[in-house]
Protein backbone atom coordinates (compact mmCIF):
# COMPACT_ATOMS: atom_id res chain seq x y z
CA UNK A 1 0.00 0.00 0.00
CA UNK A 2 2.96 2.31 0.80
CA UNK A 3 4.82 1.83 -2.50
CA UNK A 4 1.29 2.57 -4.26
CA UNK A 5 0.88 5.56 -2.75
CA UNK A 6 4.43 6.61 -3.27
CA UNK A 7 4.27 5.68 -6.99
CA UNK A 8 0.65 7.86 -7.16
CA UNK A 9 2.64 10.98 -6.37
CA UNK A 10 5.29 10.33 -8.53
CA UNK A 11 3.05 10.05 -11.26
CA UNK A 12 0.56 13.32 -9.93
CA UNK A 13 -0.47 15.73 -12.52
CA UNK A 14 1.01 19.44 -11.15
CA UNK A 15 -1.16 20.42 -14.25
CA UNK A 16 -4.12 19.66 -13.33
CA UNK A 17 -3.28 19.92 -9.49
CA UNK A 18 -3.07 23.96 -10.31
CA UNK A 19 -6.18 23.58 -12.53
CA UNK A 20 -7.78 22.64 -9.65
CA UNK A 21 -6.87 25.30 -7.13
CA UNK A 22 -8.04 28.02 -9.99
CA UNK A 23 -11.00 26.64 -10.20
CA UNK A 24 -11.35 26.81 -6.42
CA UNK A 25 -10.20 30.58 -6.44
CA UNK A 26 -12.86 31.55 -9.06
CA UNK A 27 -10.86 30.64 -12.16
CA UNK A 28 -8.94 32.21 -14.76
CA UNK A 29 -5.61 32.13 -15.86
CA UNK A 30 -4.47 34.24 -12.82
CA UNK A 31 -7.04 33.45 -10.60
CA UNK A 32 -7.17 35.93 -7.57
CA UNK A 33 -3.38 36.56 -8.20
CA UNK A 34 -2.80 33.44 -8.58
CA UNK A 35 -0.87 32.24 -11.63
CA UNK A 36 -1.53 28.30 -12.57
CA UNK A 37 2.74 28.57 -13.95
CA UNK A 38 3.42 29.79 -10.09
CA UNK A 39 1.31 26.62 -8.64
CA UNK A 40 2.90 24.36 -10.99
CA UNK A 41 6.57 25.67 -9.69
CA UNK A 42 5.49 25.00 -6.09
CA UNK A 43 4.10 21.33 -6.96
CA UNK A 44 6.98 20.30 -8.56
CA UNK A 45 9.20 21.82 -5.67
CA UNK A 46 7.52 19.83 -3.25
CA UNK A 47 7.53 16.56 -4.66
CA UNK A 48 10.83 17.15 -6.50
CA UNK A 49 12.39 17.52 -3.22
CA UNK A 50 10.61 16.04 -0.03
CA UNK A 51 10.74 12.27 0.67
CA UNK A 52 7.25 10.43 0.60
CA UNK A 53 6.81 10.40 4.31
CA UNK A 54 3.48 9.56 6.47
CA UNK A 55 2.14 11.89 9.26
CA UNK A 56 2.53 10.56 12.48
CA UNK A 57 0.46 11.08 15.70
CA UNK A 58 2.09 14.36 16.90
CA UNK A 59 1.87 15.46 13.02
CA UNK A 60 -2.00 15.16 12.90
CA UNK A 61 -2.34 16.70 16.14
CA UNK A 62 -0.24 19.95 15.36
CA UNK A 63 -2.76 19.99 12.49
CA UNK A 64 -5.81 20.10 14.70
CA UNK A 65 -3.98 22.43 16.92
CA UNK A 66 -3.34 24.66 13.26
CA UNK A 67 -6.50 24.00 12.31
CA UNK A 68 -8.50 24.79 15.22
CA UNK A 69 -7.20 28.39 16.09
CA UNK A 70 -6.86 29.51 12.31
CA UNK A 71 -10.59 27.72 11.18
CA UNK A 72 -12.05 27.50 14.53
CA UNK A 73 -11.00 30.50 16.49
CA UNK A 74 -9.68 33.03 13.54
CA UNK A 75 -6.35 33.74 14.66
CA UNK A 76 -3.53 35.08 12.34
CA UNK A 77 -0.60 33.17 12.26
CA UNK A 78 2.62 33.99 10.37
CA UNK A 79 3.88 30.47 10.48
CA UNK A 80 3.81 28.47 7.21
CA UNK A 81 3.68 25.63 9.13
CA UNK A 82 0.47 26.19 10.74
CA UNK A 83 -1.23 27.90 7.87
CA UNK A 84 0.03 24.90 5.60
CA UNK A 85 -1.82 22.39 7.91
CA UNK A 86 -4.62 24.07 8.78
CA UNK A 87 -5.41 24.40 4.67
CA UNK A 88 -4.23 20.77 3.88
CA UNK A 89 -6.73 19.09 6.70
CA UNK A 90 -9.46 21.81 5.50
CA UNK A 91 -8.94 20.51 1.65
CA UNK A 92 -9.24 16.70 3.65
CA UNK A 93 -11.94 17.74 4.98
CA UNK A 94 -13.50 19.05 1.84
CA UNK A 95 -12.48 16.19 -0.21
CA UNK A 96 -13.82 13.61 1.69
CA UNK A 97 -17.34 15.72 2.31
CA UNK A 98 -18.05 15.74 -1.60
CA UNK A 99 -16.72 19.01 -2.71
CA UNK A 100 -16.85 20.40 -6.25
CA UNK A 101 -13.10 19.47 -7.52
CA UNK A 102 -13.72 19.77 -11.31
CA UNK A 103 -10.42 20.44 -13.34
CA UNK A 104 -9.21 16.87 -14.01
CA UNK A 105 -7.09 14.81 -12.14
CA UNK A 106 -6.47 11.91 -9.34
CA UNK A 107 -7.53 12.22 -5.58
CA UNK A 108 -3.34 13.01 -4.77
CA UNK A 109 -3.87 15.64 -7.67
CA UNK A 110 -7.65 16.89 -6.36
CA UNK A 111 -5.91 17.10 -2.64
CA UNK A 112 -2.85 19.33 -3.52
CA UNK A 113 -5.46 21.28 -5.59
CA UNK A 114 -7.34 21.92 -2.62
CA UNK A 115 -4.81 22.53 -0.47
CA UNK A 116 -3.16 25.58 -2.61
CA UNK A 117 -6.57 26.92 -2.92
CA UNK A 118 -7.28 26.73 1.07
CA UNK A 119 -3.31 27.96 1.47
CA UNK A 120 -3.86 31.05 -0.98
CA UNK A 121 -7.21 31.76 0.76
CA UNK A 122 -5.54 31.50 4.41
CA UNK A 123 -2.82 33.75 3.08
CA UNK A 124 -4.92 36.95 1.58
CA UNK A 125 -7.63 36.28 5.18
CA UNK A 126 -5.30 35.00 8.28
CA UNK A 127 -1.96 35.94 6.98
CA UNK A 128 0.42 37.88 9.74
CA UNK A 129 3.81 38.16 7.48
CA UNK A 130 4.14 34.28 6.04
CA UNK A 131 5.17 34.26 2.25
CA UNK A 132 2.67 33.12 -0.31
CA UNK A 133 5.18 30.32 -1.84
CA UNK A 134 6.14 29.57 1.35
CA UNK A 135 2.27 28.75 2.35
CA UNK A 136 1.84 26.92 -0.73
CA UNK A 137 4.83 24.10 -0.45
CA UNK A 138 3.65 24.04 3.36
CA UNK A 139 -0.07 22.82 2.43
CA UNK A 140 0.92 20.99 -0.93
CA UNK A 141 3.97 18.75 1.87
CA UNK A 142 1.25 18.53 4.42
CA UNK A 143 -1.51 16.86 2.26
CA UNK A 144 0.74 14.84 0.80
CA UNK A 145 1.41 13.62 4.28
CA UNK A 146 -2.20 13.45 4.89
CA UNK A 147 -2.25 11.54 1.51
CA UNK A 148 0.16 8.78 2.63
CA UNK A 149 -0.98 8.40 6.45
CA UNK A 150 -4.58 7.42 4.57
CA UNK A 151 -2.97 5.31 2.08
CA UNK A 152 -1.64 2.96 5.05
CA UNK A 153 -4.59 2.58 6.55
CA UNK A 154 -5.04 0.74 10.14
CA UNK A 155 -1.10 0.23 9.92
CA UNK A 156 -0.42 3.64 10.92
CA UNK A 157 -1.36 4.17 14.36
CA UNK A 158 -2.59 8.34 12.60
CA UNK A 159 -4.86 6.74 10.40
CA UNK A 160 -8.09 6.48 12.87
CA UNK A 161 -6.85 9.87 14.69
CA UNK A 162 -6.62 11.33 11.42
CA UNK A 163 -10.08 9.83 10.12
CA UNK A 164 -11.94 11.26 13.09
CA UNK A 165 -10.85 14.43 12.43
CA UNK A 166 -12.23 14.27 8.49
CA UNK A 167 -15.52 12.81 9.32
CA UNK A 168 -18.13 11.74 6.57
CA UNK A 169 -19.61 12.97 3.21
CA UNK A 170 -21.57 12.18 0.20
CA UNK A 171 -18.01 11.27 -0.94
CA UNK A 172 -17.65 8.45 0.81
CA UNK A 173 -20.50 6.28 0.01
CA UNK A 174 -20.70 3.42 -1.25
CA UNK A 175 -16.68 2.77 -1.47
CA UNK A 176 -15.10 -0.06 0.38
CA UNK A 177 -11.46 -1.39 1.03
CA UNK A 178 -11.16 -4.66 2.36
CA UNK A 179 -8.29 -4.55 4.28
CA UNK A 180 -9.57 -2.04 6.93
CA UNK A 181 -12.73 -3.49 9.08
CA UNK A 182 -11.65 -2.41 12.83
CA UNK A 183 -14.67 -0.38 14.29
CA UNK A 184 -16.68 2.59 12.67
CA UNK A 185 -13.86 5.06 12.58
CA UNK A 186 -11.67 2.59 10.14
CA UNK A 187 -14.81 1.50 8.35
CA UNK A 188 -15.00 5.32 7.62
CA UNK A 189 -11.78 5.16 6.76
CA UNK A 190 -12.27 2.50 4.04
CA UNK A 191 -14.86 4.55 2.38
CA UNK A 192 -12.75 7.34 2.26
CA UNK A 193 -9.94 5.19 0.95
CA UNK A 194 -11.98 4.19 -2.38
CA UNK A 195 -11.76 7.76 -3.37
CA UNK A 196 -8.23 7.11 -3.93
CA UNK A 197 -7.90 4.20 -5.88
Not at 114 to 123: C, H
Amino acid sequence: MLEQAASLLNNVNVGHAADIAQQQLGGGNAANGVDKNMLQDVMSNVLGNNPSTAADQNDVSFAKMAFDKIYGQGQKSSSPQDLGAASALKAFQMFAGGGNTSGGGGASEKLAGLAMSEGMKLFTSNNAGAGKNDILKSAVLWVMKFFMTHQQGNSNPAFNTLMGLVGGGSNTANMTNPTSNAGQTSSLGSKILGKFM
